[in-house]
């Protein structure tokens, strides 16, 4: 059975920084990419970055501000996130597609304010 579990959120100032985590299990985790995503209240959720082997892409909003990284010995993948804005408050998902099916941990909340 698949099991994503995300970690590391909180309250962060702006321009402070923060460390995902998602413990992932079930799987062969190093066979699969695995995404983050995002949803802010209100608001559809949005993709955030993918991590392949080697290969990161990122959305626009977070390039050069976001880091996403894997450990597969660990089965875990991390984002990292810098530079925090107001508007990167959201629930963070981690997620994987498996034979066309997504699979999501419950998330975790970052709120960036003052």
């Known amino acids: 059975q698949v099991h994503l579990v995300e970690s590391g959120g909180g309250l962060v100032q702006p321009g402070g920084s923060l460390t995902l985590s998602c413990a992932a299990s079930g799987f062969p985790f190093s066979m699969y990419p695995i995404q983050w995503y995002r949803q802010a209240p209100g608001k559809e959720r949005q993709f955030v970055a993918q991590?392949?082997?080697?290969?990161?892409i990122y959305t626009v909003s977070v390039n050069g501000r976001f880091t996403i990284s894997r450990e597969n010995a660990k089965s875990t993948a991390y984002l990292q996130m810098n530079e925090l804005k107001p508007e990167d408050t959201a629930v963070y998902y981690c997620n994987i597609n498996m034979l066309g099916i997504d699979y999501w941990g419950q998330g975790t909340q970052v709120t960036v304010s003052s």
């Open positions: 991590i392949k082997d080697f290969e990161k």
